[in-house]
């Protein structure tokens, strides 16, 4: 066990990347003695109505207000659940995480709502089981969940009291507690004094001061060497810088906070690419892109709007990726561990549209935008608060979204095409050492229609071995589950060094040569996986050289929907109302349909029951050659 957590610890926090260009954008805007001239202190930077401001909050609340109420009014006799010990210990024992993360969610949206509530009508109704949710969260020994408590000295899933971790959900009800503090402290003080005592002092040792003297969490990116930087860096960082404003008004405190900050956030900004492509897909657009506007807005709140980079290129693209990776109907372009559902945050997307003036963002959030919609966020109680802040100018804009014909990633190496026929095609390159990696260079997904027909199955529910030494022994993490060759055999290898090569991408093609992504074993000089798209119709050519023909070649694709192999050469699918077919060389090719039953509902509420694996093997096994398949719609 102990070498388990182990090699999950080295899995999350010691992997090495390609690239990292040091731009330090936030770092070129401010010094910290420049900092300390910017900042607004005492909390002068909240536009929100004080407590007390009945007809503010009125005014603020709208038509949200009484939905607001009623959602407290089902807590009011709500049981506080206890995290257990052997909940912490599930995630050991059994890899469980549900276990530990569902009664501890259920406070933490408790308490959101309670607030909410409390803001909303103003008469003290919902104060005590505020107050019993604020005391139940500071007994806790950790925030943290268990399966992110692998950091500590320990690296095991029970929290040390003398070791306070700082994790996404920690930063999120740190978060909700600052705010909480911040506008309630005032009644909290009437019913007894210690009550708001006593969680300052929890947000005091449980947040600031590890953000201030612990360097060592991963994602702060603090003395870089190369490591992975992902989603969590902006979404813990937009956390704690939040706290720090709504609690901190020490001057020189407050600005080397600030600047620390600053510093961490420009380590991920290094990391990800300037074509702000999402490399763990659009589920995880709105932790990556979406935290680090929370965090920039939050940045340009406490300094007047002196430190601001939304003119900045590079942030304008993270924010468009995820309307470009929109296929339509709900469907989405999901490399990694996306999901291929998707609708998007229509709040999120608005407030990033208005943040770098893009109007493509600020139409399709209207389109996102589901009518009657209340804002709520859960524990995230700043999301919920600048959502209901662009409320009206979301209703007033018109709905609009286009699929460009081409669409380019050069850095990430993503490249989306469709056909005023109805046909989208996504495809990548990349390595196998992305975050929320799936060995899946070269992959493509296609979709006619909306409707996907070749599909990416995505992930299933987290566990201890998702993010272990054990993840590619999961089946959706695999290449020969991706629509990928397995070359002699052989499927692709992940890690820093498997990758594509020689990517090319145009108007109505990609290519890249993947022989690079597979191990030794597969004894291949080349393979180039290429795309075309015209009309109806896609072609998927592999052209390969091996050192040595040693077992058949295996051309995988993955579909579902209604399939029909029957007759040679071709094979039907359907899905829903839409029909495609799969054309190949049944001369060279020996099909195999695989039944996937799907029971982890995490997919199969995607899905359905079931999916397919399509493999043809080679008659034939050659040093050269090449395969050609056709996907044409009907």
């Known amino acids: 066990m102990k070498k388990l957590i182990l090699s999950l610890l080295v899995f999350l926090c ?41 007809a503010g909050w009125d005014t603020f609340l709208g038509t949200f207000k009484d939905e607001y109420i009623r959602r407290g009014e089902k807590l009011l006799n709500y049981q506080w659940q206890v995290v257990k010990a052997t909940d912490y210990l599930a995630f050991e024992r059994t890899g469980n995480r549900q276990v530990m993360e569902q009664p501890f969610d259920a ?8 607030l909410m509530a409390e803001l909303a009508e103003g008469k003290g109704r919902f104060i005590d089981q505020l107050i019993n949710g604020v005391f139940h969260s500071c007994e806790m020994t ?6 992110h408590m692998i950091v500590q000295p320990s690296h095991r899933s029970l929290p040390a009291y003398d070791y306070p971790v700082i994790d996404l959900v920690s930063g999120d009800l740190g978060g909700l507690l600052s705010w909480t503090h911040y506008f309630m402290h005032g009644a909290f003080d009437k019913v007894n004094p210690e009550i708001s005592r006593r969680l300052r002092h929890e947000l005091q040792t449980r947040i600031l001061d590890p953000y201030m003297n612990n360097d060592s969490f991963w994602w702060m990116g603090r003395n870089y060497n190369g490591r992975m930087l992902n989603n969590w860096n902006p979404w813990c960082n937009s956390n704690a810088l939040m706290c720090f404003m709504l609690l901190e008004n020490d001057r020189d405190t407050l600005a080397k906070a600030v600047h620390l900050t600053m510093e961490s956030v420009d380590k991920f900004l290094n990391y990800i690419k300037a074509d702000g492509a999402c490399e763990e897909g659009p589920s995880y657009w709105g932790h990556a892109a979406g935290k680090t506007l929370d965090y920039l807005e939050l940045l340009a709140d406490i300094t007047g709007g002196k430190v601001n980079i939304f003119n900045e290129p590079m942030i304008r693209n ?11 109907n709900g469907w989405v372009v999901n490399f990694a561990d996306a999901s291929a559902r998707g609708d998007g945050d229509a709040y999120l997307i608005y407030r990033f549209g208005k943040a770098v003036n893009s109007d493509e963002l600020k ?3 209207a389109l996102m ?8 966020n859960g524990r995230d109680i700043f999301r919920t608060f600048a959502s209901i802040a662009i409320d009206k100018e979301l209703q007033q804009t018109p709905p609009k979204h286009d699929s460009r014909p081409f669409t380019w990633y050069p850095e990430t ?7 005023s026929q109805g046909l989208f095609l996504a495809a990548k390159g990349g390595y196998n050492d992305e975050s929320h990696n799936h060995n899946d260079a070269g992959t493509c997904s296609v979709w006619i229609n909306q409707t996907p027909i070749l599909i990416d199955a995505g992930v299933g529910t987290y566990t201890r071995q998702t993010f272990s030494s054990e993840r590619y022994s999961i089946w959706t993490m695999q290449s020969e589950y991706h629509n990928l060759p397995m070359i002699n055999g052989v499927a692709e290898k992940n890690g820093k060094n498997y990758k594509a090569t020689e990517v090319k991408a145009a108007k109505n093609s990609f290519s890249a040569n993947i022989a690079t992504a597979y191990p030794a074993e597969a004894k291949v000089k080349k393979w180039t996986r290429s795309y075309t798209i015209k009309g109806k119709q896609a072609k998927i050519n592999d052209s390969f050289e091996l050192e040595e023909a040693i077992a058949p070649n295996i051309v995988n694709f993955m579909t579902w929907g209604e399939i029909d192999a029957s007759e040679k050469g071709k094979v039907s699918i359907r899905v829903h109302d839409v029909k495609a077919v799969l054309l190949y060389d049944a001369a060279n090719f020996e099909l195999t349909v695989e039944l996937k039953e799907l029971t982890d509902p995490r997919l199969s509420k995607v899905w359905g029951e079931k999916i397919y694996r399509l493999s043809f093997k080679a008659k034939q096994q050659t040093n050269k050659g090449n395969y050609s398949f056709i996907i044409k719609k009907l």
């Not at 993270?318 to 339509?328: D, P």
């Not at 190496?413 to 056909?419: A, G, I, R």
């Open 14 to 54: 010691a992997t090495v990347t390609f690239a990292y260009t040091e731009r330090d954008l936030l770092q070129k805007q401010a010094d910290i003695n420049q900092l300390k001239e910017m900042l607004i202190l005492n909390q002068q930077w909240v536009t929100y109505p004080d407590y007390s401001d009945r």
């Open 107 to 114: 406070n933490n949206r408790a308490i959101a709502d309670l």
């Open 142 to 147: 950790s925030w943290a969940l268990a399966a």
């Open 318 to 328: 993270m924010g468009e990726y995820i309307s470009r990776s929109y296929v339509g």
């Open 363 to 365: 139409g399709f959030a």
């Open 369 to 376: 935008r589901k009518s009657p919609l209340l804002p709520a």
């Open 413 to 419: 190496e993503f490249c989306y095409l469709t056909t």
